[in-house]
Nanobody, 125 residues
Framework: QVILTESGGGLAQTGGSLALSCLAS????????VGWFRQAPGKEREFIAT????????NYAGAVKGRFTVSRDDPEHSVYLQMNALKSEDTAVYYC??????????????????WGRGTQVIVAL
């Protein structure tokens, strides 16, 4: 089974920064697109960012482009999300995700990913 474990969530101020980490197991990590979704209270799950196998291609939601950076470290089986210039609307549970099929990518649909349990991010006004 694919296990994705997030860490690094917490409280930040508007305009501040926070870094999230995710440790993956149960898959050949280097072969998979990995990334992040989030879900705010009362809202649908929202795509945030992905990074493809090989680490050369990234994809970002418009709401976070230019502020968030996704990266990966294949030997450590880890994916990261550096969040800068935080806004109150970034408050959400952030989920680490892995695409269900190796060495391919064609969707930002939540059902096409395996999910971690999430880590809470709160951005204070």
């Amino acid at each position: 089974q694919v296990i994705l474990t997030e860490s690094g969530g917490g409280l930040a101020q508007t305009g501040g920064s926070l870094a999230l980490s995710c440790l993956a197991s149960g898959l050949d990590f280097f072969r998979y697109t990995v990334g992040w979704f989030r879900q705010a209270p009362g809202k649908e799950r929202e795509f945030i960012a992905t990074i493809r196998w090989g680490g050369e291609v990234t994809n970002y939601a418009g709401a976070v482009k230019g502020r968030f950076t996704v990266s990966r470290d294949d030997p450590e089986h880890s994916v990261y999300l550096q969040m800068n210039a935080l806004k109150s609307e970034d408050t959400a549970v952030y989920y680490c995700v892995a695409y269900k099929w190796p060495e391919t990518y064609g969707s930002t649909a939540p059902e096409d990913y395996d999910w971690g349990r999430g880590t809470q991010v709160i951005v204070a006004l």
